[in-house]
């Protein structure tokens, strides 16, 4: 299994980015996909996540209504849409994928992690 980050980069406060994932190596029908953030100094932490077959969605209480997951099975793609970035938003991003249910958000019960991609906001 291989997830292959891409999208992050410098934005300022109040802009847009978007992630991309790009999955392969199996097929994802009954796996989650999730993203995760790890700032400096503090434990990775869940932000959202995707069942791949159904479309059913969790988020974080800090992104709901700012960030937004999605995926593209004919790409083998999964989306990271993040709108009105704050300062604290700043981290990187990972991708991972476990079986199981999307409410389950721990990080340890994800079997399969992207190399992750820095999205720094400015103030």
């Known amino acids: 299994v291989q997830l292959v980050e891409s999208g992050g980069g410098l934005v300022q406060a109040g802009d847009s980015l978007r992630l991309s994932c790009a999955v392969s190596g199996r097929t994802f029908n009954y796996y989650v996909l999730g993203w995760f953030c790890e700032a400096p100094g503090k434990e990775r932490e869940f932000v959202t996540a995707i069942t791949w077959g159904g479309g059913g969605t969790a988020y974080a209480a800090s992104v709901k209504g700012r960030f937004t997951i999605s995926r593209d099975s004919a790409k083998d793609t999964v989306y990271l849409q993040m709108s009105r970035l704050k300062p604290e938003d700043t981290a990187v991003y990972y991708c991972?994928?476990?079986?199981?249910?999307?409410?389950?958000?721990?990080?340890?019960?994800?079997?399969?992690w992207g190399q992750g991609t820095q999205v720094t906001v400015s103030s």
């Open positions: 991972a994928a476990r079986k199981g249910a999307v409410s389950d958000t721990s990080p340890s019960s994800y079997n399969y």
